[in-house]
Nanobody, 121 residues
Framework: QVQLVESGGGLVQAGGSLRLSCAAS????????KGWFRQAPGKEREFVAS????????YYADSVKGRFTISRGNVKSTVYLQINSLKLEDTVVYYC??????????????WGEGTLVTVSS
């Protein structure tokens, strides 16, 4: 089983930037972090971005294209999410997701506890 720990959330002013990190441990040779989701209170969790094992293929939700960038660290078990031009509506909990397939479209089977991003005006 893989364990995912997100970090990097916090309070930031609108227009600012933030980089979220996800570090995986455990069975990272079978399951690896490959995506980010987010969830606002009272709403369903929504897909944000995903990345292939090689880091060469990425996929974004239309709502975040141009502002969010997903990347994989030199250590494959680490994934980042760079968020620029933060908006008030980006105030949500962000979750790292992992899977066993290299598809960037589905196959998310493990989740972290989440990290809260709060954007102030």
């Amino acid at each position: 089983q893989v364990q995912l720990v997100e970090s990097g959330g916090g309070l930031v002013q609108a227009g600012g930037s933030l980089r979220l990190s996800c570090a995986a441990s455990g069975r990272t040779y079978t399951t690896w972090p490959k995506g980010w989701f987010r969830q606002a209170p009272g709403k369903e969790r929504e897909f944000v971005a995903s990345i292939s094992w090689s880091g060469q293929v990425t996929y974004y939700a239309d709502s975040v294209k141009g502002r969010f960038t997903i990347s994989r660290g030199n250590v494959k078990s680490t994934v980042y999410l760079q968020i620029n031009s933060l908006k008030l509506e980006d105030t949500v909990v962000y979750y790292c997701a992992a899977g066993t397939s290299d598809s960037v479209f589905d196959g998310f089977s493990s989740w972290g506890e989440g990290t809260l991003v709060t954007v102030s005006s």
